[in-house]
C-alpha cells in the first residue's frame, strides 16, 4: 500500500469521517467544526485536520501558519462524499451479516437450553 493511501486510512477514525461529513457543506473554520463536533476536543480535531490534510483530502487557505480563523476544505468533494456513501453502505452490509449470525446464536442457544430441560427439536413437517 502506498504512503498516501495509509496516511488517510490512519486518518479516517470516527473523528476524521465526521470531520469530512462536516466539511462536505463547504469550509469551515477548526472552531467551527470543533463546535459542530461533540465527541471531540478542540486538540483531537486539530491532529486529525493535518493528518486529512497529510492524505491530501483537506486544505486549508492561505495565509500565516498559526493564523486562527483560516477556513478547512475538501480537495476532492465529489469522490470523498462518494467514499463516505460507500464506507456507511459497507457497514450497512457488515452490521446485517452480524445480525444474522447472532441470530443464528441465539437459535443454538436456545436450542441447548431445551436439551438441559428434555425437549427434543421438531422440525417443521414432524409431528411431536
Same mark, same amino acid.
Given at each position: ?28 473554520? +477548526?472552531? %467551527?467544526?470543533?463546535? @459542530?463536533?461533540?465527541? $471531540?476536543?478542540?486538540?483531537? #480535531?486539530?491532529? *486529525?485536520? &493535518? ?27 465529489? +469522490?470523498? %462524499?462518494?467514499?463516505? @456513501?460507500?464506507?456507511? $453502505?459497507?457497514?450497512?452490509? #457488515?452490521?446485517? *451479516?452480524? &445480525? ?29
Amino acid at each position: 500500500m502506498d504512503g498516501r493511501t495509509a496516511q488517510f486510512l490512519q486518518a479516517l477514525d470516527g473523528v476524521g469521517a465526521d470531520l469530512l461529513v462536516e466539511l462536505l457543506s463547504g469550509p469551515r473554520r +477548526e472552531s %467551527e467544526l470543533t463546535a @459542530a463536533l461533540s465527541r $471531540a476536543d478542540q486538540s483531537t #480535531v486539530n491532529r *486529525r485536520l &493535518h493528518a486529512l490534510q497529510e492524505a491530501g483530502l483537506l486544505s486549508q487557505e492561505a495565509g500565516r501558519h498559526r493564523a486562527p480563523g483560516r477556513e478547512w476544505q475538501l480537495n476532492h468533494a465529489g +469522490e470523498t %462524499e462518494g467514499l463516505l @456513501a460507500a464506507l456507511l $453502505a459497507l457497514m450497512d452490509a #457488515v452490521a446485517t *451479516r452480524d &445480525h444474522e449470525e447472532r441470530a443464528e446464536v441465539r437459535a443454538r442457544l436456545r436450542l441447548a437450553r431445551a436439551r438441559q430441560v428434555g425437549l427434543r427439536e421438531v422440525r417443521r413437517g414432524e409431528s411431536a
